[in-house]
């Protein structure tokens, strides 16, 4: 008679198993389904929208600064195919974070997008930079572009934006008639 006992508590495990399953699941699809709040991370909510531009039309302080924007990306341009053949790791940091920082000023000062009335002067800031990008990369892989032509393309976009730049920022090319 034990043996009896002893042999049906193992025949309901997989019953009273069954039955739990099926009170869960019950469980699960019958209970109300309320979302669960969820804050955003710190650091976006703390995050600052971007400072507003400071010149968004034609003028003559945004002609000298657009001018004089374009030429300190001239220099750094020089300046960085001077670095790449003295192979100087420390000052090719340096004038990564320069370029970026120039990236940076030129938004800043004349927006984020070509969209906008003086965008080009920030897009050639943008190309001068993935330009700068592309001679690194092809310095540190012997002179060979990662993606064929992308110098080129970066400078011709660069040059593209320049010339766009400084027909955006004076105040007499807005009213002169398009030759």
């Keep these: 008679?034990?043996?009896?006992?002893?042999?049906?508590?193992?025949k309901k495990i997989p019953t009273l198993i069954t039955w739990a399953?099926?009170?869960?699941?019950?469980?699960?699809w019958l209970t109300p389904n309320n979302p669960i709040p969820v804050e955003p991370p710190a650091a976006q909510a703390n995050e600052a929208p971007p400072p507003a531009t400071l010149?968004?039309?034609?003028?003559?302080?945004?002609?000298?600064?657009?001018?004089?924007?374009?030429a300190d990306l001239d220099?750094?341009?020089?300046?960085?195919?001077?670095?790449?053949?003295?192979?100087?790791?420390?000052?090719?940091?340096?004038?990564s974070q320069h370029f970026k920082t120039l990236r940076e000023t030129g938004q800043a000062q004349f927006g984020r997008s070509v969209f906008e009335p003086l965008g080009h002067c920030a897009s050639a800031g943008k190309f001068?930079?993935?330009?700068?990008?592309?001679?690194?990369?092809?310095?540190?892989?012997?002179?060979k572009e990662t993606v064929p032509g992308a110098i080129q393309s970066h400078l011709d976009e660069f040059k593209i934006n320049r010339e766009e730049c400084v027909k955006a920022a004076d105040p007499a090319g807005q009213?002169?008639?398009?030759v």
């Design 175 to 178: 009213t002169a008639p398009h």
């Design 55 to 70: 010149y968004t039309n034609a003028s003559p302080q945004a002609l000298a600064s657009a001018i004089q924007y374009l």
């Design 128 to 143: 001068a930079n993935s330009w700068w990008q592309a001679e690194v990369s092809a310095t540190r892989q012997g002179s």
């Design 21 to 28: 399953i099926i009170i869960a699941i019950a469980w699960y």
């Design 75 to 95: 220099n750094a341009m020089t300046q960085g195919l001077q670095i790449l053949k003295a192979n100087n790791l420390q000052d090719l940091s340096a004038h």
């Design 1 to 10: 008679m034990n043996q009896n006992k002893n042999h049906a508590a193992p």
